[in-house]
């Protein structure tokens, strides 16, 4: 049998909820321990806990105190976290279409400059990235993608944005970003996409879901309008494909 | 069925529940009502399940008229002056709204939000279980907003059950509660200390996703960037100009500031009804005190119908006329987005 992987930090969101972290950085290996940690879970579900959220270093974990305590979580918790990472499994593919540049991406010719290129070649990096949600988190379909070229790397902007629009893609730091409601955001905006990553009435109500895979593609402005009202009417958009 | 006209409203005040969960992973969050145990006992007094939804009230004045038939309403939490054409409403009590009368709210005497419950409930399309308005994401119901003169909920015609008032323990006072953490570790000895020993007043510019600060700043150990990870609330993040902020029900579900502490789920009303400008201390408290006082705020929560009165023994609420001369309130000019008041001196 594996030798067991250390063990990750219990650490206490209030009295209700513990932060389980496996790193301190974003950190490939640590996010797949995260998501495992969170397929495990609820596989076999613990008796108290109410919902799990995972982020790229760590699981957060609510649960009910009246249910279960703190140090008896963590000693439930703590064999699971600490198993050999199981196979990887097929995971979902989605192919997103992205209008680069223009008014849907004002920072294109920007980061291009910033970076001493072209914003054609900007587009290919980025398109051509292949990706992983590593979390969903902050708005609705916020997905938060790991994998991006690290000729993309560039840090935040100076001074965020008070709204960025519904369907921005964007990168900032070391992380890529599919955004799905209008939001604030300190990030560098390449494009939009017409696909809603959530979407009230439709089913999936949620498109992402952590793990999966996700590969970008140019469109012009005027596909863009026109998946974009399809989108509206609650077509996904996107393509699934198998990885 | 009858129905309840809100006839004036001022902002900050929507339709809220218990809350949204089970969507956080997708970085949906959580919304509900900012104080509980005040939403519990407004729904108590009408016979309705603890977190029903009812309509959270802001700091400032509201009235509502009942139309087509009468209609049952209890008023909890922050105190204001109520009545029915001039006859006093005290809070903690059901009435019985008769057809085409109104019920006028003042302005919050401290605290910020008073809870209006309707027997039989409020009547929507769930979304993940819940009624609760979270504006940013366009969720809620019936209005997926922030509510407004003119809207109207259809509600149960009042069944008549004899008026209750509910007998609620005696308002906490003393420091907040906390523990420290999630990422306590990114302070040192010096700050967290600072944190735990110094005055605070919450800032004008608050709002239902989370309560500034106001106080000394402080300082990280290794700046203020961490790598985004999951918030609760009553999670106390601190960013990099060092004034902390305490997350609430329409928070982020996941942030990049450091936590230093949580606030306690006893507490996080008490939080929530802090009015902008009031003094207030933190104390860290150990796990397993904080757990013990959740699981106590859960039975209290379970115990509300067994606290139920006969309410022909309240007379006027002789504390609400004498504090009833208030001082002038004035809307923060910062962000008129934001629902805090604070008195003019």
């Known amino acids: ?243 | 069925m009858s129905r309840l006209v809100v006839a004036s409203i001022g902002p900050a005040s929507s339709v809220q529940d218990g809350g949204r969960f089970g969507a956080q992973r997708y970085g949906l969050t959580v919304s509900g009502a900012m104080d509980r145990l005040s939403l519990a006992a407004a729904n108590t007094l009408v016979g309705n399940e603890p977190f029903a939804a009812a309509v959270e009230i802001g700091p400032f004045g509201a009235s509502f008229t009942a139309r087509d038939g009468a209609v049952r309403i209890a008023i909890s939490g922050a105190p204001r002056n109520a009545d029915i054409a001039g006859t006093p409403v005290a809070m903690d009590t059901s009435v019985t709204l008769k057809d085409g009368e109104t019920l006028t709210l003042g302005f919050a005497r401290g605290g910020a939000f008073t809870y209006l419950a309707i027997e039989g409930g409020i009547k929507g399309e769930l979304v993940f279980g819940s009624l609760a308005v979270n504006a940013r994401a366009g969720l809620g119901s019936p209005y997926p907003r922030p509510l407004q003169a003119g809207d109207e909920f259809s509600v149960d015609a009042a069944s008549g059950t004899p008026e209750r008032r509910i007998e609620l323990p005696k308002p906490a006072t003393g420091p907040i509660r906390v523990l420290l953490g999630p990422q306590d570790d990114e302070f040192d000895e010096a700050n967290k200390a600072l944190f735990l020993n110094s005055e605070w007043k919450i800032s004008a510019t608050s709002d239902r996703m989370g309560y500034r600060l106001e106080g000394p700043a402080i300082k990280h150990l290794h700046g203020h960037n961490i790598v985004s990870d999951g918030t609760v609330n009553g999670s106390i993040q601190v960013p990099g100009n060092g004034a902390p902020i305490a997350l609430m029900m329409d928070r982020g579900t996941s942030g990049g500031y450091p936590k230093i502490a949580t606030v306690i789920t006893a507490d996080v009303g008490r939080l929530a009804q802090t009015s902008a400008g009031t003094a207030f201390r933190f104390k860290a408290v150990s796990m397993a005190e904080a757990q013990d006082e959740a699981r106590k705020f859960a039975r209290l929560i379970r115990s509300l119908p067994d606290r139920l009165r006969s309410s022909d023994t309240v007379a006027l609420n002789i504390a609400a006329l004498s504090d009833a001369n208030v001082a002038g309130y004035a809307v923060s000019a910062v962000d008129a987005g934001t629902w805090q008041v604070t008195a003019e001196p």
């Open chain 1, 1 to 243: 049998m594996a030798a067991t992987l250390p063990p990750p930090r219990l650490l206490p969101s209030g009295d209700s909820a513990v932060t389980v972290e496996f790193s301190r950085t974003i950190d490939e290996d640590a996010n797949q321990r995260v998501l495992a940690l969170d397929k495990a879970l609820a596989a076999s579900p613990i008796d108290g806990i109410t919902e799990t959220v995972p982020t790229y270093r760590s699981l957060l974990v609510h649960y009910d105190p009246e249910k279960i305590g703190f140090d008896a979580l963590g000693e439930k918790i703590l064999p699971i976290a600490t198993r050999p990472l199981p196979p990887v499994t097929k995971a979902r593919r989605w192919r997103i279409p992205v209008a680069y540049g223009g008014e849907h991406g004002i920072d294109l010719e920007d980061v291009a400059k910033a970076l001493n290129t072209t914003p054609d070649d900007i587009i290919a990096r980025h398109a051509g990235g292949d990706y992983k949600v590593a979390m969903i988190g902050f708005t609705p379909g916020w997905s938060y993608l790991s994998g991006l070229d690290k000729s993309l790397h560039m840090s935040r902007r100076q001074n965020p944005r008070l709204l960025t629009p519904a369907g921005t893609i964007s990168i900032g730091g070391i992380q890529a970003g599919i955004q799905c409601l209008a939001a604030p955001s300190g990030w560098h905006l390449l494009g939009r996409t017409p696909v809603r990553t959530y979407q009230l009435h439709r089913n999936p109500t949620f498109l992402t879901e952590p793990g999966d895979r996700v590969t970008f593609f140019a469109i012009d402005h005027k596909t863009f309008a026109d998946l974009d009202r399809a989108a509206e009417a609650g077509e996904i958009v996107a393509e699934q494909v198998d990885a």
